[in-house]
């Protein structure tokens, strides 16, 4: 079983790798989705060996030692580190990774009778850039399991060749099941596909992020300083002052003749 505890790796400005934590039993495929390429390189490479983490506690079958990890695992198609290189034919990259095999498991393994037992004939001529991404990543598996001593296989992005699971899950599937060869199998990958359902995890899952402080409390504003009420005011009715009697006595009744009155005095 591979077994990882807050994983991390330092970098230069940021983390590489952010603390991440997963667990993988033969027998059982686990996808691992992280944005970042350089975050899923950095995982697959520490998963596989390749690269000593910062903290945190990496183990394959109760030991820690990164000799006895990397000798047990493969890593497969890593962008910048061990991607096939385009301009290589499929017969040359064949015969150069057979190479890579510890003599006492080489044997006479060459390129041509190992293409045709592993049923690679067909494609031997063309090169690594003209092969679908399916048939690429039979090729690479089948090349990284010509060791016996391999147990553990940690591929790196292969959905960057397709965005269609279909064309890498599957595989990845049957190798994990293999019951006469039961293998650990991680793919780090950019997001899990929309209908997996199968053991998963997320890079920077065991991240801790400090405690936010706590709201001071409210408090009621002090008697002195609650807002005054403000009565309406009243507002009393103008007081109107008669007038001076003398004044009112002053005013002379003056009164009218009738108009027939005067018509007589003028008449006479």
């Keep these: 079983m591979l077994s990882v505890q807050q994983l991390q790796i330092n970098g230069r400005r940021d983390d590489l790798l952010p603390a991440t934590s997963l667990q993988v039993h033969r027998g059982e495929l686990l996808l691992v989705a992280g944005e970042g390429q350089d975050q899923r390189t950095a995982l697959a490479l520490a998963l596989s060996g390749r690269m000593k983490p910062s903290n945190g506690v990496l183990s394959w079958d109760n030991t820690t030692k990164t000799k006895k990890i990397r000798l047990a695992s493969a890593l497969v198609d890593s962008p910048g580190v061990n991607e096939p290189e385009q301009h290589l034919s499929v017969r040359d990259l064949v015969t150069e990774d057979l190479s890579l095999i510890p003599r006492r498991y080489r044997g006479a393994l060459l390129s041509k009778p190992w293409l045709k037992v592993n ?80 053991a998963a995890a997320v890079i920077g899952n065991s991240v801790t992020h400090p405690p936010e402080p706590e709201a001071e409390p409210t408090q009621a504003p002090a008697p002195a300083e609650a807002a005054a009420v403000v009565e309406p005011a009243v507002v009393e009715p103008a007081v109107v002052e008669p007038k001076a009697k003398h004044a009112a006595d002053a005013t002379p009744d003056v009164t009218e003749e009738p108009e027939s009155e005067n018509l007589q005095r003028t008449a006479k």
């Design 119 to 198: 049923s690679f004939e067909d494609i031997a001529g063309l090169w690594i850039e003209q092969l679908p991404a399916g048939r690429r990543l039979e090729l690479l598996t089948a090349l990284a399991l010509a060791d016996p001593a391999t147990d553990l296989l940690v591929i790196d992005s292969p959905d960057r060749h397709s965005a269609d699971p279909e064309t890498w899950l599957p595989r990845l599937q049957a190798l994990a099941s293999d019951a006469g060869r039961p293998l650990a199998v991680v793919a780090v990958v950019s997001a899990l596909p929309d209908n997996w359902k199968g």
